[in-house]
């Protein structure tokens, strides 16, 4: 007896193991309830990362769960699922498994799991749910970013609501990533030159499912303080920290790829970040004999570029006396004068900056938009660099971006589409998804309370006191001024009868950070906080503090309402309508990005006149729309037909689910920018063989 209580303790520990040891437990939707229910306080103290948790479970906590038959076996299950992740049939298999691609894909940020703090907001968000979905699909992919050892800051707030920035130690150790080492146990090491200096980095790898996600580090010994200092936080610093940033991220990490033995087809460079990558490959084709403009030529023919912003401030410009400082030893060996280099990064005749999306664009064979308004918006912002081509002629497309639906569908609506068939997890299959039509009322309206209640419970552990029967509207984004948070407090009388109707209330909960820099987004969430904590928002409105991962799941989940109402057409797509759409979380919005392709009145209600060249005097109508919608469509509907409201919320879990999924998206990357990419490199190679 005691023998086998042993044996099924060490069991239970080698399944924990394995199922800490990869991130693909992040679209399990009982995995991190699981791994809680095996020791609580370990799960606390790890501060919910897998890689710091089985180093807290305590032994006879690890015995109790063996014991208990239910989370043994759930455990033992859950392994076996993930084994099934990593090593079941694929999409890319039987669809294009007999092309030898791989496709290097590198973000500055990844947002794959909270406990890996690595990102900001939208783009890294993105950026974990692409390599989610390529692991899923079976795509031969790798991610290449930088592991901040301060990451992102944690927001707190003041006695006066304004925002406080931390930024706590990421201790290696505690994070669910394992050091890349040599044959003969040492680091792998790669170098860039910075200015002068010889700066080294050490490459981290997190596990994301079947795809590996490769993470520079300049926090080495050897290093001066200045070289450790490279990839201490994320947005962090001046320009020069970030064109150090970029050079490690760009250069390093190409370097780092070789010296791990890969060989990748194609890059993708998720924003202008990682435009250097594109220099260093033409020095190293140079260096092997080509000429510039022959290797300028495969570099292209095999680069994917996608731009993420109509935000000028979301577009890297360099001085050109400090582009020239990092850049020029590249660019001696790369067959090509410092003069037409930075030509290549102007976006005008006679632009004296250096600029990452310029160069990018002009290095990339492949460009994109998220959306199709964004395509639209990218080629008339930067048609400039073709002045040749007219204005619906520059080469950009777009690929609206999606969200991984395993990832942000909640358990309890998961456990509901599963048992109708919709399976989000399969491969792409958007028809399935045409069954969330039928799906039960009672049923899914029972599946979207347990998701609300468990919101609301998260809310009240941050001290606030919510109502379960309200209409929740829900509100959280980066509080940068083009979102315009402050649009829903533009006229307090109108607000201040919806949330107090005694017969049809309103709660509304926000959540967002700014970034350090920000002031005036700063400005915006003080104002929102001084009025949350005043009598006359009487515990109606909620800023909810320190939005990650977490909160955001629990939020998309869990409110009825998804509001959005960014100055058109600056929301290049967003993304967090798309995790509530496909909860059946209804979407109000502002037609801008992904609505203006994903609205329909079936699902959801647009703010505004739908017109997309109607800019002037924005925020008043855009306001009165809002208030209009709210007081005689929304709540109305919420309150006095639930079986319209509930026919809605099917609508849109069929219809968002469909449309904007990563699987989707990185379908369409694979095979209308990949497999083409692919395909032309090889065929310079061989003319040239
Ligand atoms: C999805 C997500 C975002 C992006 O949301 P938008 O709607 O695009 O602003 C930002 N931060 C977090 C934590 C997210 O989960």
């Not at 995995?31 to 095996?38: F, G, M, Q």
């Not at 015995?63 to 038959?69: E, F, L, S």
């Not at 919510?466 to 948070?485: M, N, P, Q, S």
């Given at each position: ?26 679209w ?11 020791d ?9 990362s ?7 479970v ?47 894909y590198?973000?500055s ?23 989610k ?19 992102y ?52 790898r ?49 370097r ?50 996608t731009?993420?912003?109509p935000?000028?401030a ?74 040749d081509?007219?204005e ?83 509100f ?18 109108r ?26 987004g700063?400005?915006?969430i ?29 939020l ?11 100055h058109?057409p ?12 496909m ?66 919320m ?12 990563t ?21 310079l ?5």
């Amino acid at each position: 007896m005691q023998q086998d209580a042993s044996a099924a303790s060490e069991q239970v520990r080698r399944a924990l193991e394995e199922i800490c040891g990869n991130l693909a437990f992040t679209w399990q939707p009982d995995a991190r309830e699981l791994l809680e229910r095996v020791d609580p306080r370990a799960w606390d103290r790890a501060g919910g990362s897998p890689g710091a948790f089985l180093g807290e479970v305590a032994p006879e906590e690890l015995d109790r769960a063996a014991a208990d038959d239910a989370t043994r076996e759930g455990v033992l299950r859950l392994r076996d699922r993930l084994a099934r992740e990593l090593t079941g049939p694929t999409w890319w298999q039987a669809a294009h498994g007999g092309e030898d691609v791989l496709v290097a894909y590198f973000s500055s940020e990844f947002g794959v799991d909270e406990s890996l703090p690595i990102y900001a907001g939208g783009l890294g968000v993105l950026a974990g749910d692409h390599l989610k979905s390529a692991s899923q699909l079976g795509l031969p992919l790798v991610g290449v970013g930088l592991l901040y050892r301060q990451g992102y800051f944690r927001q707190g707030l003041d006695e006066d609501g304004w925002q406080q920035e931390r930024y706590p130690e990421n201790d290696p150790d505690r994070l669910p990533v394992i050091l890349e080492r040599r044959d003969d146990g040492a680091p792998v090491r790669v170098a860039v030159e910075l200015a002068g200096e010889q700066v080294g980095a050490h490459v981290w790898r997190a596990d994301v499912g079947r795809v590996r996600l490769y993470l520079l580090d300049c926090a080495l010994e050897e290093n001066s303080d200045a070289g450790r200092a490279v990839t201490a936080t994320l947005y962090g610093g001046d320009r020069e920290q970030r064109i150090r940033q970029e050079v490690v991220l760009g250069v390093g990490g190409t370097r780092a790829l070789h010296a791990l033995g890969l060989a990748p087809t194609v890059f993708h460079m998720n924003e202008g970040h990682a435009a250097l990558l594109t220099l260093e490959r033409i020095r190293v084709l140079v260096r092997a004999g080509l000429r510039f403009d022959e290797a300028l030529r495969r570099v292209r023919a095999s680069t994917a570029f996608t731009t993420h912003t109509p935000v000028p401030a979301g577009h890297d410009i360099f001085d050109p006396d400090l582009a020239h400082r990092y850049l020029a030893p590249l660019v001696a060996e790369a067959g090509v004068s410092w003069g037409e280099l930075a030509a290549l990064a102007r976006s005008y005749d006679d632009d004296p900056l250096f600029g990452m999306t310029p160069l990018a664009l002009r290095t990339s064979g492949f460009a994109n938009g998220v959306s199709e308004l964004h395509g639209d918006v990218s080629r008339k912002m930067w048609r400039g660099l073709w002045p040749d081509l007219g204005e619906a002629e520059a080469p950009i497309g777009h690929v609206t971006n999606g969200v991984h639906a395993p990832s942000w569908v909640s358990a309890p609506i998961a456990a509901l589409l599963d048992a109708h068939g919709v399976a989000p997890a399969a491969a792409p299959a958007a028809q399935r998804w045409e069954r969330a039509h039928s799906l039960d009322p009672g049923a899914l309206w029972a599946a979207h309370a347990d998701s609300k209640r468990a919101l609301l419970a998260a809310a009240e552990r941050r001290g606030a006191v919510l109502d379960a029967e309200a209409l929740t509207i829900g509100f959280a984004r980066r509080f940068a001024t083009y979102k315009r948070a402050g649009l829903l407090f533009s006229s307090p009388e109108r607000l201040a009868r919806l949330l107090f109707d005694p017969h049809r209330p309103v709660q509304i909960l926000l959540a967002g950070k700014a970034h350090p820099a920000d002031d005036a987004g700063k400005r915006l969430i003080q104002q929102v906080v001084r009025f949350a904590r005043s009598a006359e928002a009487g515990g109606r409105v909620v800023f909810l503090e320190d939005y990650d991962l977490a909160l955001a799941r629990a939020l998309v989940q869990g409110c009825d309402v998804w509001l959005n109402t960014p100055h058109r057409p600056l929301e290049a797509s967003g993304t967090s309508g798309m995790k509530a759409g496909m909860n059946g979380v209804l979407n109000l919005s502002v037609l801008d990005g992904w609505w203006y392709e994903g609205y329909e009145p079936a699902l959801g209600w647009a703010i505004g006149d739908g017109d997309p060249s109607n800019d002037a005097d924005a925020d008043r109508c855009d306001g009165e729309s809002l208030f209009g919608l709210l007081e005689q469509r929304v709540v109305p509907l919420f309150y006095e037909d639930r079986p319209r409201w509930i026919e809605m919320m099917r609508a849109s879990i069929a219809s968002v689910g469909a449309a904007f999924n990563t699987h989707r998206m990185v379908c369409q990357y694979a095979e209308g920018l990949y497999l083409p990419a692919h395909r032309a490199l090889a065929e310079l190679e061989s003319l040239a063989a």
